[in-house]
């Protein structure tokens, strides 16, 4: 089977833990990923200065090892990044801001890749949704 996962909720939420734990299963049970799109306040993952105290999982650095250990499509998506200040190098010059943040492994893109993505694939699993 091929996923397609989408994560709506911030690094520090019960979904972006259950999105990464299923994503691994996923992979663990011969299924494939087609892309990870993250959208909403779901790019503060994909953001290299979330800070996580000591005594908690790091779920956005563990994203980010994730996507880089298995070549995994992760997308952030732009438009929601820009929002909350998640940046590339382009964007962090385009709009004249001192440091891009966006860790490394991540491309910033448009919503066009999550419906390329659920087309692609044979499920669409979403987490932290309204």
């Not at 994560?7 to 734990?21: C, G, K, M, N």
């Not at 997308?75 to 440091?99: H, K, N």
């Amino acid at each position: 089977m091929k996923f397609a996962i989408a994560l709506f909720a911030p690094p520090h939420s019960p979904a972006a833990r259950r999105a990464l734990r299923f994503a691994e299963a996923s992979l663990q049970a011969g299924h494939q990923i087609v892309r990870l799109f993250f959208y909403q306040d779901g790019v503060h993952s994909a953001s290299a200065n979330v800070v996580c105290p000591q005594d908690e999982l790091d779920v956005a650095a563990a994203w980010t090892r994730f996507i880089q250990e298995k070549q995994l499509d992760g997308v952030v998506c732009i438009a929601a990044g820009l929002r909350r200040g998640v940046l590339d190098a382009a964007e962090a010059s385009r709009y004249g801001r001192p440091a891009a943040n966006l860790a490394a492994g991540w491309e910033l893109s448009g919503l066009g890749q999550l419906h390329e993505a659920a087309q692609q694939a044979d499920r669409l699993v979403c987490f932290g949704g309204n």
